[in-house]
Structure formats: structure tokens, C-alpha cells
């Protein structure tokens, strides 16, 4: 389990550090940026990506494929986010 975990920190602390340099840049864009968080119809997509995904990667490589069903569903989250915001 450690490459998967290691793999989807690295990822999440990139993730985290891109954030903090465009807050850097322009102060409020990191409210904009994780606003994915407040809008019903991401999280909901996001639940539904974790629970699908949850369940494969169970199926598949336990522990592991739950690391990264998260982190996808993470990712869905924002993209269907950004996608309504635009």
C-alpha cells in the first residue's frame, strides 16, 4: 500500500502547494478554488465516483484501490465544479 499512498500525497500536496502559489499571486483565488466543496451537485458526483470506484478497488487491490477511488472522486469533484462554475 505505501506506493499507492505515497503516489496520491504527492499528488494532493501538489495540489496544495499549486493553491497556495496562485493565492500568492492573487489573494481570494484559493476560496475559488476549493469551492468545489459547496456545491451540492460535485459532492454528489464525488460520492457516487468514491462509492463506485470504493467498490472495484476493493474488489481489485483492497486498500490501494481505495487510495485512489478517493483521490479520483476528489478530482471529480472539482472538474464537475469547474465545469458548472463555467
Do not use: F
Not at 468514491?50 to 481505495?66: D, I, V, Y
Not at 472539482?78 to 458548472?84: D, I, N
Amino acid at each position: 500500500m505505501a506506493p499507492a499512498l505515497l503516489t496520491a500525497t504527492v499528488i494532493i500536496a501538489a495540489w496544495i502547494v499549486r493553491t497556495a502559489a496562485g493565492e500568492l499571486r492573487r489573494p481570494g483565488s484559493a476560496r475559488a478554488e476549493w469551492d468545489a466543496l459547496r456545491d451540492p451537485r460535485a459532492v454528489q458526483a464525488g460520492v457516487l465516483t468514491a462509492g463506485l470506484l470504493g467498490l472495484l478497488g476493493w474488489l481489485h487491490a483492497r486498500a490501494e484501490g481505495l487510495v485512489w477511488a478517493l483521490l479520483t472522486a476528489t478530482l471529480v469533484t472539482y472538474a464537475v465544479s469547474r465545469v458548472r462554475s463555467s
